[in-house]
């Protein structure tokens, strides 16, 4: 079974420029996540979607920070305009719906970005 | 945000068994403890999870205290490859939030 997949691996930017992440889950997991993990700390929850829905985003600074799953399948996470504070990485988990409880989040490999 | 306590690292020679704590002294009765690692430059995995009982797989064992309060994730033969930070989650489906906490830092040494 082919795992998340996550594109770029690798983005530098400067400040005040614009970036996007790509995000392909397992198939068949109707729940994705996008995390960002800054060094040193574990991730954060960004935001949430069941199939195209968002179900969480109370922690995705919308003012620089967008997210859309249009199809329900893959995902595309947007910072416009970066800052220095949102070097990190860039996280994207799926989930298979199944009993309650059960969280069981598949990761991919992130995207680590710079902000200089 | 996070409703875990972990020490910030622990040291674990190869071949031994490594025992990482987690307290959760407010984890409520519908919580689940999980535990997942993260190698260096890898995104997080997961290892095992519980309610009540103890827990074993092919990777490790999750020992719950009678009280819910804590727990003890055991790798019972570590290896270099187990080097990783370790994050313990207690996960309420009601609330459907993951918090990380910063983990415990494991050093499997040779």
């Known amino acids: 079974e082919a795992g998340v997949a996550q594109s770029p691996r690798y983005k530098i930017i400067e400040k005040r420029q614009s970036v996007a992440f790509w995000c392909n889950p397992i198939?068949?997991?109707?729940?994705l996540y996008w995390y960002q993990q800054i060094l040193g700390q574990g991730p954060k929850l960004l935001i949430q979607f069941q199939n195209n829905g968002v179900v969480d985003d109370s922690q995705l600074p919308k003012d620089r920070f967008s997210a859309e799953r249009l199809k329900g399948v893959d995902s595309t996470l947007k910072i416009q305009p970066a800052k220095l504070e949102d070097s990190a990485v860039y996280l994207c988990?799926?989930?298979?719906?199944?009993?309650?409880?059960?969280?069981?989040?598949?990761f991919g490999p992130g995207t680590r970005l710079l902000v200089l | 945000d996070a409703k875990t306590t972990q020490p910030t690292s622990m040291d674990c020679a190869e071949g031994r068994a490594a025992n990482l704590p987690c307290n959760h002294s407010?984890?409520?009765?519908?919580?689940?403890v999980y535990w997942y690692r993260q190698i260096h430059s890898q995104g997080p995995q997961y290892i095992i999870h519980?309610?009540?009982n103890n827990e074993t797989n092919e990777m490790a064992s999750l020992i719950i205290t009678e009280d819910r309060k804590s727990s003890t994730l055991i790798l019972p033969h570590a290896t270099l490859r187990d080097t990783a930070v370790y994050y313990c989650i207690v996960f309420g489906h009601i609330f459907n939030k993951f918090y990380f906490g910063s983990g415990t830092k494991l050093n499997v040494k040779p």
């Open positions: 198939s068949g997991h109707a729940t």
């Open positions: 988990a799926s989930r298979l719906p199944g009993l309650a409880g059960v969280e069981t989040q598949y």
């Open positions: 407010t984890i409520s009765g519908n919580e689940y």
């Open positions: 519980g309610l009540k």
